[in-house]
């Protein structure tokens, strides 16, 4: 569970890398609107066009997390099924022990009824 949450952190912190990079984007298009000369202008197309990379780059690293943290989940659902089954197990065998002891209690208690009534 707590490997779930830490991957879970790790995503929302790679979505919130993303949106910074894509406000630094749309904001460097508004940008490209104003009035540059041509090596403003190369510059500028070779900043946007970096951040289009780092923007692609991020896209999957959240894919790969959202990947790793559907793995994670599976892993968890499983565990927490084998916990139900364990836990169904031990009290199924705890009911067989109080069966068996009630068994043998009343097996004594016949016993000393019958030890009685052969005496008496």
């Known amino acids: 569970m707590e490997e779930f949450a830490l991957s879970q952190n790790e995503l929302l912190h790679q979505e919130l890398i993303l949106t910074r990079l894509n406000n630094q984007y749309e904001s460097a298009k508004e940008k490209g ?33 959202n990947d790793e943290l559907e793995k994670i989940r599976l892993d968890l659902v499983d565990a927490q099924k084998e916990r139900k089954i364990m836990e169904n197990l031990k009290e199924k065998d705890f009911d067989t022990y109080k069966e068996n002891v009630k068994s043998l209690e009343q097996k004594e208690l016949d016993e000393m009824a019958i030890l009685r009534f052969n005496k008496a």
């Open 33 to 65: 609107l104003e009035v540059m000369d041509i090596y403003e202008l190369r510059q500028h197309d070779l900043y946007k066009h970096s951040l289009e990379d780092r923007i692609e780059k991020q896209e999957e690293l959240i894919k790969l997390q």
